[in-house]
T-cell receptor
C-alpha cells in the first residue's frame, strides 16, 4: 500500500532532550516535507527536500534540523526541544515538488514539558 | 510569506445543503490545491487546479480559480454528515521555490 509513515505517533518529552521523528514513504517520491499544525495557525512548513542531500527551509525552520540521506526517509530532528515546539507534526511527500499533490502521514503529536 | 486565507473560518449547515468555502492568496501561483482534514488526522488531497484553469470538478466538488482576484472557491454540493471536516487551501509561490503554504482552514460542520 502506498503510504507515508511517521514514528512515533505520540511523544512526551522534556525540555532539552534531543528527539527524532522519522518519516518514510514507499512511493519513490522526490519531494518530502515537514509541517507543524497549531490551533488557529493552520499548517506551517518547517523544511522541505527536493531530493537526496537537498534540503531547504520552509517558513518556520528555527529549532529544527532535517536530513535526507536516502530518498525514502526524511527524519525531523529537535536537538533541544522547548515547550513552544509542542505541536502536531505532519510529514508529506509528492512526486516532484511543492506544487503537486501531497500525500500526508498520519501525524505525530508532540508534548514538550 | 504569502498565505492562503480561507473564509469563513467556520461553517455549519444541514445535510443536503451546499457548502462554499473561499481562499485568497497574495502572489502569483502555479497551482492551488484543496485538502480535507478529519479531526487531528492527516490531510487528504481533494483537488488541484492549475493557474491556467478556471474551474474543475470532482464528484460533488467544484473548484473555481480567479487569478485576477487571487482567489479560489470550493463548493461541496448535497453535503453529507461525513463531509464534516476542516478544509484547507494550499499554494506554491509561483516563483521557483518549492515551498507550499497552507491557509488556516475552514471548519465545516454538516448536521444530520
Amino acid at each position: 500500500e502506498a503510504q507515508v509513515t511517521q514514528n512515533p505517533r505520540y511523544l512526551i518529552t522534556v525540555t532539552g532532550k534531543k528527539l527524532t521523528v522519522t518519516c518514510s514513504q514507499n512511493m519513490n517520491h522526490e519531494y518530502m516535507s515537514w509541517y507543524r499544525q497549531d490551533p488557529g495557525l493552520g499548517l506551517r512548513q518547517i523544511y522541505y527536500s527536493m531530493n537526496v542531500e537537498v534540503t531547504d527551509k520552509g517558513d518556520v525552520p528555527e529549532g529544527y534540523k532535517v536530513s535526507r540521506k536516502e530518498k525514502r526517509n526524511f527524519p525531523l530532528i529537535l536537538e533541544s526541544p522547548s515547550p513552544n515546539q509542542t505541536s502536531l507534526y505532519f510529514c508529506a511527500s509528492s512526486l516532484w515538488g511543492g506544487a503537486e499533490t501531497q500525500y500526508f502521514g498520519p501525524g505525530t503529536r508532540l508534548l514538550v514539558l | 510569506s504569502q498565505q492562503g486565507e480561507e473564509d469563513p473560518q467556520a461553517l455549519s449547515i444541514q445535510e443536503g445543503e451546499n457548502a462554499t468555502m473561499n481562499c485568497s492568496y497574495k502572489t502569483s501561483i502555479n497551482n492551488l490545491q484543496w485538502y480535507r482534514q478529519n479531526s487531528g488526522r492527516g490531510l487528504v488531497h481533494l483537488i488541484l487546479i492549475r493557474s491556467n484553469e478556471r474551474e474543475k470538478h470532482s464528484g460533488r466538488l467544484r473548484v473555481t480559480l480567479d487569478t485576477s482576484k487571487k482567489s479560489s472557491s470550493l463548493l461541496i454540493t448535497a453535503s453529507r454528515a461525513a463531509d464534516t471536516a476542516s478544509y484547507f487551501c494550499a499554494t506554491d509561490d509561483g516563483g521557483g521555490s518549492e515551498k507550499l503554504v497552507f491557509g488556516k482552514g475552514t471548519k465545516l460542520t454538516v448536521n444530520p
